[in-house]
């Protein structure tokens, strides 16, 4: 973990495991205290556990990074950052804020117009350079390790503009990946069909696996890389209407925890954000759901979301 900002990473997923477990040891603290009579501390337990509660009921659930703080604009300069589902919502803003950071970004979803629309606003942020890329989620494993042999290809064309880049095979690849496309759902299970069920998985968990697996010898050789999924808070609270999406967020999450543990002391780090409900979809995008219209719920912005991401 030679970076800072995989030293952030680290320290967010140590800060994130603490702050899972607090609660429960909070709670058998509380009970002990009010046992053998220590009101002091049993009130101060009852404190931050409604803290805790607010915060789950509020959706926020992002203690970690609000404890961590930005990563540091420099962490991003001149790196080659891959974001899937870059071309409306949490993909675009963060190809924004990235780009803002001066990174060299390959953009990808399914409409060319859109990302080449993208591309030249994250250049006018500040991008050092930006590539669309285009592919289809659901196309498949062998056409999203295609996409992962474009996407090397893009990093070494781009490689001859970046800071420190000589150009050599070893100092070339991509050094984020960012799994953002998927799509959600507001439907009841039994109202689901099969065929959108195995829709949803190939988009939200298939395609990021075969992609992050067409990428891993790259990174494993260069011993650097950093893969971030977008998860769900559905992973963590039970979410009606969204039981097959929560499922494939859940899959893709264990799958980056497993993967975390195989590749940790090989220079790559893997990490997956759970955010609650963003308000992406305005301005004329319809957000990609399976089954209904979303309901209306309290949201952040995008932008904030990319930023705490
Ligand atoms: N918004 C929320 O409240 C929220 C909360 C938690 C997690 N998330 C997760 O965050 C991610 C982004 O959410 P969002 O709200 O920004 O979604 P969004 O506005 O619906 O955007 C979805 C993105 O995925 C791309 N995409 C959809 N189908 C694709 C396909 N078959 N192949 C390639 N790209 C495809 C879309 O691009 P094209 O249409 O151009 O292909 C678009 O860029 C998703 O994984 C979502 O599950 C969102």
Same mark, same amino acid.
Request: glycine share 20%.
């Given at each position: 973990f030679p970076t800072r900002v995989a030293r952030e990473m680290r320290r967010g997923t140590a800060l994130t495991l603490a702050l899972d477990v607090a609660p429960y040891a909070l709670v058998a603290v509380a009970v002990f205290t009010a046992a053998f009579g220590a009101p002091v501390l049993t009130r101060l337990c009852a404190v931050v556990l409604a803290t805790y509660a607010g915060n789950a009921v509020f959706g926020e659930c992002d203690l970690a990074s609000w404890a961590l703080g930005?990563?540091?604009?420099? /962490?991003?300069? @001149?790196k080659t950052v891959w974001i899937t589902?870059?071309?409306?919502g949490l993909g675009e803003e963060l190809a924004l804020h990235l780009g803002s950071m001066g990174a060299k970004l390959i953009l990808s979803s399914r409409r060319e117009e859109t990302l080449r629309r993208v591309c030249e606003a994250a250049t006018a942020a500040g991008a050092e350079d930006a590539r669309a890329l285009t592919l289809d /989620?659901?196309? @498949?494993s062998a056409a999203m390790r295609e996409k992962g042999a474009a996407a090397l290809a893009l990093a070494k064309e781009m490689a001859g503009s970046g800071d420190g880049a000589d150009g050599t095979d070893a100092d070339v690849g991509v050094d984020y990946l960012f799994h953002v496309a998927g799509g959600s759902q507001h439907a009841a299970a039994e109202d689901t069909a099969d065929e959108v069920d195995r829709d949803m998985f190939e988009l939200n968990t298939m395609s990021a696996i075969a992609l992050t697996k067409a990428l891993l010898p790259s990174m494993l050789a260069r011993r650097k890389g950093t893969i971030v999924a977008i998860g769900s808070m559905a992973v963590k609270c039970p979410a009606p209407g969204q039981a097959t999406y929560a499922a494939t967020k859940a899959a893709l999450s264990a799958f980056c925890h497993s993967l975390r543990g195989e590749v940790a002391d090989r220079g790559v780090s893997v990490t997956v954000a759970h955010p609650g409900?963003?308000?992406?979809?305005?301005?004329g995008q319809t957000r990609v759901i399976f089954g209904a219209t979303l309901a209306k719920s309290t949201c952040d912005t995008a932008a904030d979301a990319a930023a705490a991401a």
């Open positions: 930005d990563a540091p604009r420099s /962490a991003y300069r @001149g589902g870059a071309s409306q /989620a659901r196309a @498949g409900p963003i308000a992406t979809g305005l301005g």
